[in-house]
Nanobody, 124 residues
């Protein structure tokens, strides 16, 4: 099982980015896929999650209505579209997978498989 995150970068406040998480070793119709982020000096927090069993999506209050998680089963990729980015969104973003079931836990310890992080910096 492997996850490969990409798409981070530097963007001005109000801008947009789309992160991608390419997965291998499993299909996107099993488990739960989440995006976490960790800012310097802060704990890792779950930003969004997709439950593949029924397509349910979950968002942290801080990103609701700005971020959208989606998947492309044919490409084996999960996306995080991030709009109206603010400086407080600056962090390293990670994608993670839980394959035991498709429950979207908020704690990072519930997700066994992780991609490398991709840096998102929102600054003018």
């Amino acid at each position: 099982v492997q996850l490969q995150a990409s798409g981070g970068g530097l963007v001005q406040p109000g801008g947009s980015l789309r992160l991608s998480c390419a997965v291998s070793g499993f299909t996107l119709d099993e488990g739960a896929i989440a995006w976490f982020r960790q800012a310097p000096g802060k704990e890792r927090e779950r930003v969004s999650c997709l439950s593949t069993s029924d397509g349910s999506t979950y968002y942290a209050d801080s990103v609701k209505d700005r971020f959208t998680i989606s998947r492309d089963n044919t490409k084996g990729t999960v996306y995080l579209q991030m709009n109206s980015l603010q400086p407080e969104d600056t962090a390293v973003y990670y994608c993670a997978a839980r394959l035991y079931d498709s429950l979207c836990y908020t704690r990072s310890s519930a997700f066994r498989f992780w991609g490398q992080g991709t840096q998102v910096t929102v600054s003018s």
